[in-house]
């Protein structure tokens, strides 16, 4: 598999995710639209689209026998898969599947979402990031969180160099207007 080619889908993916906007939502409807999101970029790129894949990752103990399952899978004409998974934390088991997934020759990406700091995964996985800000919701509800890429900007930067602003005389009167 050409590392260059899941780099390239990473950053596509990326770019489409940067688009994406909603206000307070819970944690399970943030990954419910980061979900859909991932699986509206893959049908715009041509792809087959699955969600709720099978895993090549078999469960652990008393359910050996049975897989794990992907957030989203691809399948790509003439090149390989595409598998995604979205997370808010970090998983061992997910980072486990995923490496699992590329070893079968499929281009791995996890996307995680959060306030970050977001540590690497394991190689060969692709991550793929979406800063939110969250706040606390009414009392039972949790967090929200919030993406608006539209206005969550760095400020600008000032003009001038410090000091040199113009001043400007106000009309202050001199007199109490009471004593006139």
């Known amino acids: 598999m050409d590392d260059g080619d899941g780099g ?5 993916l990326a770019d489409r995710l940067d ?3 909603f206000v307070d939502q819970t944690a399970d409807g943030v990954t419910a639209r980061v979900i859909e999101a991932v699986a509206d970029w893959a049908s ?3 792809w087959r689209v699955y969600r709720r894949a099978r895993s090549v990752m078999p469960l652990p103990g008393p359910m050996s026998g049975r897989h794990s399952i992907v957030d989203v899978a691809c399948a790509r004409p003439d090149a390989p898969p595409v598998v995604v998974e979205v997370d808010r934390t970090d998983r061992a088991r997910t980072a486990e599947k995923l490496v699992a997934e590329a070893a079968a020759g499929r281009i791995a990406i996890w996307v995680r979402w959060g306030t970050g700091p977001f540590g690497a995964p394991p190689t060969p996985v692709h991550l793929v990031t979406c800063a939110v800000t969250h706040r606390n919701g009414p009392v039972g509800q949790g967090r929200l969180y919030t993406r608006r890429p539209d206005t969550d900007r760095p400020p600008p ?3 001038g160099s410090p000091g040199t602003a ?3 005389a106000l009309p202050i009167p001199h007199t109490d207007p009471e004593t006139s």
């Open 166 to 168: 113009d001043v400007v």
């Open 157 to 159: 930067a000032h003009s």
């Open 8 to 12: 390239r889908v990473a950053a596509s």
């Open 19 to 21: 688009q994406l906007s």
């Open 44 to 46: 715009g790129q041509g």
